[in-house]
């Protein structure tokens, strides 16, 4: 079935640094998702991107969907503790068929002052 | 209500015993999906459906597992005879809409934690 992986799977920061996670399919995406999770809550809808080559900004946070929707990226300039959480990516494959979000494996983010 | 819940959100089970799984999603909203979530990892799909219909149920682990929303809205998510593998968040979420070939945004209800001892 379809697989997204997503890269580092953990990363801790200092704040004041940037941070950035990786997302790859290795089919063509219709569209991606990105998600956050605070530690012992659930995920909380980011944005999601569908045009290729998609640039989307919100605030502090940078997301990309890659020329040939198969990859994305989550960047975070000048990071802080409220930061904090797991990103996951989610993708949505067009099969012709009641489509579904399969999510990543998700990057959990630390940020220490 | 203002988001997506569920019920209980902790549940303790014996391995062999049958659990129920209840999802409010928010009012209006068409969709509503099962996710089950292993420590550490991302949610996994397990069903959806639209209004009453069950159009996706591919992501189910067994046939112990069996989902219903008989009127387009509650949904409940039945495990039957329990293994330790069970043991897992599970989380609903609901959508406005769900066309095929694009997606709208999931609202995720707070999960209902499973432990099979």
């Known amino acids: 079935g379809q697989q997204v992986m997503q890269i580092p799977q953990y990363q801790h920061v200092q704040e004041g640094e940037d941070f950035t996670t990786y997302c790859n399919s290795s089919?063509?995406?219709?569209?991606i998702q990105w998600y956050k999770q605070r530690p012992g809550g659930h995920p909380v809808f980011l944005i999601q991107?569908?045009?290729?080559?998609e640039v989307k900004k919100q605030k502090r946070l940078t997301f990309q969907f890659g020329e040939a929707k198969k990859n994305s990226s989550l960047h975070i300039t000048a990071t802080q503790t409220t930061d904090v959480g797991t990103y996951f990516c989610?993708?949505?494959?067009?099969?012709?068929?009641?489509?579904?979000?399969?999510f990543g494996t998700g990057t959990r983010l630390q940020v220490t002052l | 209500g203002a988001g997506v819940s569920q019920s209980p959100r902790y549940k303790v089970a014996k391995r062999g015993q049958d659990v129920a799984l209840r999802c409010d999603p928010i009012?209006?909203?068409?969709?509503l999906f099962w996710y089950q979530q292993a420590l550490g990892q991302g949610p996994e799909f397990l069903t959806y459906?639209?209004?009453?219909?069950?159009?996706?149920k591919s992501g189910l682990p067994s046939d112990r597992f069996f989902a219903e929303r008989p009127e387009g809205s509650v949904s409940t998510l039945k495990i039957q005879r329990t293994q330790q593998e069970d043991s897992a968040v599970y989380l609903c979420?609901?959508?406005?809409?769900?066309?095929?070939?694009?997606?709208?945004?999931?609202?995720f209800g707070p999960g209902t934690r499973l432990t099979v001892t």
């Open positions: 089919t063509t995406l219709s569209n």
């Open positions: 459906f639209q209004n009453e219909a069950q159009l996706d």
């Open positions: 009012s209006g909203h068409v969709s």
């Open positions: 979420a609901s959508s406005l809409a769900h066309i095929i070939g694009t997606a709208y945004e999931q609202y």
């Open positions: 989610a993708g949505l494959w067009h099969t012709g068929t009641a489509s579904k979000l399969t």
């Open positions: 991107l569908v045009k290729s080559g």
